[in-house]
């Protein structure tokens, strides 16, 4: 038996190449807390998840002083048992949030070395098919200053150009009026064979504001409307759905199984779009991917498409992968050593063992706030 002797965490601080709006935010700055966990035959798996655009040494600490020191000395082959004792030991402080946040980094970094010690990728080791490739969508269509309806229209048909099936935009910043210039330019620009999605990003706070809005999107015939309110206001979700034809995906900053399940049981969700880097890990995305299953619900998680790519090949019930072609956005893409490939719509599913990728660690260097250990060998033991 082996057993895991030292947890490793970093904030990585990356800038945003060009501010960039959301339907109810602007982003400058992206905080990554990055893991490594080690056990003592030398293997190494890593996690990493997205704190905020701002304070992400909450995340270090939930990694440094709660987290760590339960997982160090743990058999990494007992995930399910390492996942419950985190759970537990950190209820007071955890549940959602960063805390969640960082126990999912740690859980993927416990997959990830299992299927790298296994020699096997991660989505095989998962149970996933032989097929080499999973559908994905181009996520883009950010607001962007002196961007304008035509510029979203020839981004959007620059992805179908490159192959992809499917794309996305924002919506939800500019008045109604405003927002359907936005999503006719999309639409004629991508044709009428494309799907197209729409993310709101919770801009809306009632259910009148919303229907003004989807009366004006539903002639384009949107694939889905995405986090059309709050995560909290499931009800709203749920009132929406029945009054609108176009299914509403949600879930992205949810946590645990149980509020997924609220989310099914309410209708809320026709789509779940459940993040494995927030909800808890690969540990808990399996439990909620399963419920989803039997509420006949499909699932797209949300971005770290070099994540997801591994947990859509290896659902029964996983439909595409959020894909983004540049690092404007999903700026962790700098930090990665190695890049998914993609064609006619698909990714490449990676060949190496575990996650299919290292850290680059001059990158790592750059933005990083240094390495800190909990464990055998540690600049701070346990
Ligand atoms: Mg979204």
Redesign the pocket.
């Known amino acids: 038996m082996s057993k895991i002797e030292q947890v490793s965490c970093t904030v990585a601080r990356v800038p945003l190449d060009k501010a960039t709006a959301f339907s109810t935010r602007m982003v400058h700055d992206r905080h990554y807390l990055l893991v490594k966990v080690r056990t003592d035959d030398g293997v190494e798996g890593l996690g990493f998840c997205y704190v905020g655009s701002a304070a992400g040494r909450l995340g270090q600490i939930a990694v440094e002083e709660l987290l760590g020191p339960i997982v160090v000395g743990k058999d990494p082959l007992t995930v399910e048992k390492i996942w419950k004792d985190m759970y537990q030991e950190s209820l007071l402080q955890g549940r959602m949030g960063t805390v969640m946040r960082a126990l999912s980094a740690i859980d993927v970094a416990i997959w990830d070395r299992n299927a790298r010690a296994a020699g096997m990728p991660l989505w095989q080791y998962l149970g996933g098919s032989a097929d080499k490739s999973v559908p994905a969508y181009a996520s883009g269509g950010y607001y962007l200053d002196g961007k304008t309806p035509a510029m979203l229209g020839e981004e959007v048909a620059g992805y179908v150009a490159k192959g992809f099936k499917a794309v996305k935009i924002k919506v939800g910043r500019l008045d109604p009026a405003g927002e359907e210039k936005r999503i006719a330019a999309a639409r004629e620009a991508i044709g009428e064979d494309i799907l197209l999605m729409l993310?709101a990003?919770n801009a809306w706070e009632d259910l009148p504001t919303a229907l003004e809005y989807m009366r004006r999107y539903e002639p384009y015939d949107p694939y889905w409307i995405?986090?059309p309110f709050s995560p909290d206001d499931i009800d709203n979700h749920a009132r929406l759905a029945a009054r609108t034809p176009v299914t509403v995906a949600t879930g992205?900053i949810e946590y645990g199984r149980w509020r997924h399940k609220e989310l099914l049981e309410k209708g809320g969700a026709g789509i779940l779009?459940t993040d494995a880097l927030v909800c808890g890990g690969i540990s808990e995305f399996r439990r909620i991917a399963a419920l989803a299953a039997g509420y006949g619900v499909k699932i797209c998680p949300?971005w770290f498409h070099d994540l997801h790519v591994h947990l859509v090949a290896s659902s029964s019930n996983g439909q595409f992968v959020e894909f983004f072609l540049d690092d404007q956005v999903l700026n962790f893409r700098r930090l990665v050593g190695r890049q998914l490939e993609f064609d006619k719509g698909n990714l490449k599913l990676p060949d190496a063992p575990g996650i299919g990728f290292d850290f680059d660690e001059q990158a790592v260097a750059k933005y990083g706030s240094g390495w800190v250990s909990v464990g055998h060998n540690s600049a701070r033991a346990a």
Do not use: I, P, V
């Open positions: 993310d990003n995405e986090e992205e779009q949300h």
